[in-house]
Protein backbone atom coordinates (compact mmCIF):
# COMPACT_ATOMS: atom_id res chain seq x y z
CA UNK A 1 0.00 0.00 0.00
CA UNK A 2 3.18 2.30 0.39
CA UNK A 3 4.35 1.83 -2.73
CA UNK A 4 0.81 2.52 -4.28
CA UNK A 5 0.56 5.82 -2.18
CA UNK A 6 4.01 6.83 -3.52
CA UNK A 7 2.86 6.30 -6.79
CA UNK A 8 -0.59 8.16 -6.50
CA UNK A 9 1.35 10.84 -4.86
CA UNK A 10 4.30 11.12 -7.29
CA UNK A 11 1.74 11.60 -10.06
CA UNK A 12 -0.56 13.99 -8.72
CA UNK A 13 2.41 16.02 -7.42
CA UNK A 14 3.46 16.18 -11.29
CA UNK A 15 -0.31 17.61 -11.81
CA UNK A 16 -0.05 20.39 -9.45
CA UNK A 17 2.71 22.80 -11.59
CA UNK A 18 2.09 25.90 -10.37
CA UNK A 19 2.80 29.04 -12.60
CA UNK A 20 1.80 32.81 -13.73
CA UNK A 21 -1.18 33.30 -15.11
CA UNK A 22 -0.96 34.41 -18.39
CA UNK A 23 -3.13 36.49 -21.03
CA UNK A 24 -2.67 36.51 -25.20
CA UNK A 25 -5.42 37.09 -26.85
CA UNK A 26 -6.18 33.35 -27.47
CA UNK A 27 -5.07 30.96 -29.86
CA UNK A 28 -6.37 31.69 -33.33
CA UNK A 29 -5.93 28.88 -34.52
CA UNK A 30 -8.24 26.94 -32.35
CA UNK A 31 -10.68 29.63 -30.81
CA UNK A 32 -12.23 29.00 -27.53
CA UNK A 33 -9.99 26.44 -27.08
CA UNK A 34 -7.78 25.77 -23.65
CA UNK A 35 -5.93 23.02 -25.43
CA UNK A 36 -5.70 20.59 -28.61
CA UNK A 37 -5.27 17.41 -27.58
CA UNK A 38 -4.43 14.58 -30.24
CA UNK A 39 -6.42 16.89 -32.78
CA UNK A 40 -9.68 17.03 -29.59
CA UNK A 41 -10.38 20.36 -28.03
CA UNK A 42 -10.45 20.82 -23.88
CA UNK A 43 -12.48 23.94 -24.59
CA UNK A 44 -12.41 27.01 -21.91
CA UNK A 45 -15.55 26.22 -21.07
CA UNK A 46 -14.71 22.69 -20.30
CA UNK A 47 -11.92 23.96 -18.14
CA UNK A 48 -14.09 26.65 -15.80
CA UNK A 49 -16.60 23.79 -14.94
CA UNK A 50 -14.02 21.47 -13.70
CA UNK A 51 -12.61 24.58 -11.61
CA UNK A 52 -15.70 25.80 -10.79
CA UNK A 53 -16.32 21.55 -9.29
CA UNK A 54 -13.21 22.23 -7.06
CA UNK A 55 -14.45 25.58 -5.74
CA UNK A 56 -17.96 24.17 -4.94
CA UNK A 57 -16.20 21.49 -3.22
CA UNK A 58 -14.08 24.00 -1.50
CA UNK A 59 -16.81 25.92 -0.14
CA UNK A 60 -19.41 23.09 1.19
CA UNK A 61 -16.45 21.84 2.90
CA UNK A 62 -15.65 25.28 4.20
CA UNK A 63 -18.62 27.35 4.68
CA UNK A 64 -16.64 29.91 6.60
CA UNK A 65 -15.89 32.61 4.15
CA UNK A 66 -12.43 33.35 5.73
CA UNK A 67 -11.52 30.34 5.76
CA UNK A 68 -12.47 29.83 2.32
CA UNK A 69 -10.78 32.53 1.17
CA UNK A 70 -7.38 31.16 2.75
CA UNK A 71 -8.43 27.79 0.41
CA UNK A 72 -8.45 29.89 -2.39
CA UNK A 73 -4.92 31.51 -1.49
CA UNK A 74 -3.82 27.63 -0.99
CA UNK A 75 -5.26 26.81 -4.30
CA UNK A 76 -4.19 30.28 -6.05
CA UNK A 77 -2.90 28.27 -9.80
CA UNK A 78 -5.71 26.26 -10.02
CA UNK A 79 -6.72 26.98 -13.51
CA UNK A 80 -3.58 26.27 -14.81
CA UNK A 81 -3.09 22.82 -12.37
CA UNK A 82 -6.19 21.98 -13.71
CA UNK A 83 -5.80 22.24 -17.64
CA UNK A 84 -2.18 20.35 -17.00
CA UNK A 85 -4.24 17.62 -15.13
CA UNK A 86 -6.71 17.62 -18.24
CA UNK A 87 -3.74 16.94 -20.36
CA UNK A 88 -2.01 15.32 -18.67
CA UNK A 89 -4.51 12.22 -18.10
CA UNK A 90 -4.90 12.29 -21.72
CA UNK A 91 -1.11 11.85 -22.64
CA UNK A 92 -0.71 9.00 -19.60
CA UNK A 93 -4.33 7.53 -21.09
CA UNK A 94 -2.55 7.37 -24.77
CA UNK A 95 0.89 5.65 -23.01
CA UNK A 96 -1.30 3.29 -21.77
CA UNK A 97 -3.05 2.43 -24.54
CA UNK A 98 0.28 2.13 -26.79
CA UNK A 99 1.53 -0.51 -23.69
CA UNK A 100 -1.57 -2.38 -24.08
CA UNK A 101 -2.63 -1.67 -20.37
CA UNK A 102 -6.15 -1.55 -19.21
CA UNK A 103 -7.31 -0.96 -15.70
CA UNK A 104 -10.96 -2.44 -14.39
CA UNK A 105 -13.26 -0.62 -11.95
CA UNK A 106 -12.17 -3.43 -9.42
CA UNK A 107 -8.81 -2.35 -9.16
CA UNK A 108 -9.97 1.26 -8.82
CA UNK A 109 -11.88 0.43 -5.55
CA UNK A 110 -9.09 -2.08 -4.20
CA UNK A 111 -7.10 1.37 -4.51
CA UNK A 112 -9.61 3.36 -3.16
CA UNK A 113 -10.48 0.95 -0.38
CA UNK A 114 -6.67 1.05 0.73
CA UNK A 115 -6.65 4.87 1.20
CA UNK A 116 -9.59 5.04 2.99
CA UNK A 117 -8.52 2.82 5.91
CA UNK A 118 -5.49 4.92 6.18
CA UNK A 119 -7.76 8.14 6.18
CA UNK A 120 -10.10 7.14 8.01
CA UNK A 121 -13.08 6.80 6.00
CA UNK A 122 -14.09 7.61 2.47
CA UNK A 123 -15.48 11.31 3.93
CA UNK A 124 -11.72 11.86 5.45
CA UNK A 125 -10.17 10.69 1.62
CA UNK A 126 -12.19 13.20 0.11
CA UNK A 127 -11.35 15.88 2.31
CA UNK A 128 -7.70 14.74 1.78
CA UNK A 129 -7.55 14.68 -1.93
CA UNK A 130 -9.38 17.82 -2.14
CA UNK A 131 -7.48 19.88 0.50
CA UNK A 132 -3.95 18.28 -0.94
CA UNK A 133 -4.68 17.97 -4.31
CA UNK A 134 -7.54 19.90 -5.39
CA UNK A 135 -9.67 16.86 -6.77
CA UNK A 136 -13.39 17.20 -5.56
CA UNK A 137 -15.16 14.00 -4.38
CA UNK A 138 -16.74 13.42 -7.81
CA UNK A 139 -13.57 13.10 -9.39
CA UNK A 140 -11.56 10.66 -6.54
CA UNK A 141 -12.43 7.88 -8.30
CA UNK A 142 -11.36 9.39 -12.16
CA UNK A 143 -8.52 10.39 -10.49
CA UNK A 144 -7.68 7.16 -8.84
CA UNK A 145 -8.08 5.27 -11.78
CA UNK A 146 -5.30 7.50 -13.53
CA UNK A 147 -2.99 6.20 -10.50
CA UNK A 148 -3.83 2.68 -11.12
CA UNK A 149 -3.08 3.69 -14.89
CA UNK A 150 0.28 4.76 -14.02
CA UNK A 151 1.29 2.03 -11.84
CA UNK A 152 0.62 -0.37 -14.12
CA UNK A 153 1.72 1.43 -16.92
CA UNK A 154 5.47 1.69 -15.04
CA UNK A 155 5.04 -1.97 -14.16
CA UNK A 156 4.49 -2.79 -17.87
CA UNK A 157 8.04 -0.99 -18.84
CA UNK A 158 9.75 -2.74 -16.17
CA UNK A 159 9.96 0.71 -13.89
CA UNK A 160 8.19 2.63 -11.53
CA UNK A 161 6.79 6.16 -11.64
CA UNK A 162 9.89 8.26 -10.90
CA UNK A 163 12.21 6.45 -13.54
CA UNK A 164 13.10 8.04 -16.41
CA UNK A 165 11.84 5.17 -18.60
CA UNK A 166 8.32 5.71 -16.94
CA UNK A 167 8.57 9.69 -18.57
CA UNK A 168 9.40 8.80 -21.71
CA UNK A 169 6.89 6.66 -22.70
CA UNK A 170 4.41 9.84 -21.34
CA UNK A 171 6.85 12.12 -23.41
CA UNK A 172 6.58 10.08 -26.66
CA UNK A 173 2.63 9.84 -26.24
CA UNK A 174 2.62 13.64 -25.62
CA UNK A 175 4.49 13.50 -29.52
CA UNK A 176 1.98 11.56 -31.01
CA UNK A 177 -1.10 13.77 -29.33
CA UNK A 178 0.82 17.03 -30.93
CA UNK A 179 -0.60 18.68 -27.79
CA UNK A 180 -1.12 22.68 -28.09
CA UNK A 181 -1.94 24.98 -25.45
CA UNK A 182 -3.70 28.22 -25.70
CA UNK A 183 -0.79 30.86 -24.96
CA UNK A 184 -2.81 31.94 -22.37
CA UNK A 185 -2.42 29.16 -20.25
CA UNK A 186 1.38 28.66 -21.41
CA UNK A 187 3.13 25.98 -23.30
CA UNK A 188 3.02 22.03 -23.29
CA UNK A 189 6.59 20.87 -22.93
CA UNK A 190 6.48 16.97 -24.56
CA UNK A 191 9.77 15.88 -23.46
CA UNK A 192 8.43 16.91 -19.58
CA UNK A 193 4.93 15.92 -20.11
CA UNK A 194 4.22 18.90 -18.69
CA UNK A 195 2.83 22.67 -18.89
CA UNK A 196 5.76 25.83 -18.67
CA UNK A 197 5.29 29.31 -18.95
CA UNK A 198 5.29 30.25 -22.63
CA UNK A 199 8.23 32.01 -23.85
CA UNK A 200 6.20 34.32 -26.08
CA UNK A 201 7.43 38.11 -25.49
CA UNK A 202 3.91 39.67 -26.56
CA UNK A 203 2.52 37.27 -23.29
CA UNK A 204 1.89 39.58 -20.34
CA UNK A 205 2.58 38.29 -16.86
CA UNK A 206 -0.41 40.22 -14.87
CA UNK A 207 -1.12 38.45 -11.62
CA UNK A 208 1.12 35.09 -9.56
CA UNK A 209 -2.49 33.64 -8.70
CA UNK A 210 -5.33 32.86 -10.76
CA UNK A 211 -8.39 34.79 -8.29
CA UNK A 212 -11.98 33.62 -8.87
CA UNK A 213 -12.47 30.29 -10.78
CA UNK A 214 -14.43 32.10 -14.24
CA UNK A 215 -11.80 35.31 -13.70
CA UNK A 216 -8.96 33.72 -16.56
Known amino acids: MHRRRRTALLLTAAIAA ?5 TACGNDAHPGAAAVVGGERITVSQLENRVDEVRAAQRAAVPDEAQYQQAIART ?7 LHSMVLDRVLERAARDAGVTVSDREVQQLRSGFEEQAGGAKALETAWLQQYGVPPQRLDENLRLQVTAQKLAQRLGTDTSRPEFWKA ?15 YGEWDAEKSSRVDA ?8 TATDGPPLAL
Open 18 to 22: AAPLL
Open 76 to 82: GGLTRDT
Open 170 to 184: LSDASEELDVDLNPR
Open 199 to 206: KTPWIKDV
